[in-house]
């Protein structure tokens, strides 16, 4: 082979490695930094840190509701209630598209249906 050969298929093949660390093959984050840096995009990031939230929210309330200790549930309450606004906040912030508004008030009334469908969940455990 000509020398010239030899130094295309070098070439090539540094090309198709940096193309296999451009899509993310070599990728060595996390699953938790490759979230927070934004590679799942917005929605997946954000529902995702959103489902996080009402978990924790849901064990934690229910642990507060089934010790009747009602001064930690509302702090909790309102912890969850804060983190929620601060989700939306952070989606208005980074949301780059048309109709701005109309994807934050679908969004947010969606976060509240789920609060509050999770909140009665918590107090379930009253009875």
Partial sequence: MSLYVKLMLMENQSTEIEQLSDTGFADNRSFAQRLLSGDYGLAVTYWILFF??????????????????????LIISALQLGYTALLLVLIRNAYKGP???????????????????????TLGFIY
């Fill in 52 to 73: 996080l939230g009402c978990t924790l929210y849901f064990l934690w309330g229910s642990r507060a509701v089934d010790s009747e200790n009602w001064i930690s549930y």
């Fill in 99 to 121: 109709q701005l508004w109309k994807v934050m008030s679908r969004t947010s009334s969606i976060f509240t249906i789920i609060n509050i469908l999770v909140a009665i969940c």
